[in-house]
């Protein structure tokens, strides 16, 4: 089975920057696309960024040209460099990916547990 960790989150003034990065870690036999979400207090869970096995990459337009989602296919990692960071940027930010077990038949969809990302002066 494969799990997914994040970490980097925090507190953070406006104007700042954060860098999250998510590990999958279990039996993995390949990873395709990984995303970043976002979910902020009383709304819904919203993509903010996604890069594919090939990496290519797309971004909610809210972070575009502030964030930059990259890779590490040798650790099966997922970064996400969050930069001029606003009070809007609060929320929880969770991992996903598309991961293929050993053993599994096709890809499953996982989610890490979440790390908070809180904007503040």
């Known amino acids: 089975q494969v799990q997914l960790v994040e970490s980097g989150g925090g507190l953070v003034q406006p104007g700042g920057s954060l860098r999250l990065s998510c590990a999958a870690s279990g039996s993995i036999f390949n990873i395709n696309a990984m995303r970043w979400y976002r979910q902020a207090p009383g709304k819904q869970r919203e993509l903010v960024a996604g890069i594919t096995s090939g990496d290519s990459t797309h971004y909610a337009e809210s972070v575009k040209d502030r964030f930059t989602i990259s890779r590490d296919n040798a650790k099966n990692a997922v970064y996400l460099q969050m930069n001029s960071l606003k009070t809007e940027d609060t929320a929880v930010y969770y991992c996903?990916?598309?991961?293929?077990?050993?053993?599994?038949?096709?890809?499953?969809?996982?989610w890490g547990q979440g790390t908070q990302v809180t904007v503040s002066s």
């Open positions: 996903n990916a598309d991961a293929l077990g050993v053993g599994d038949s096709e890809p499953r969809r996982v």
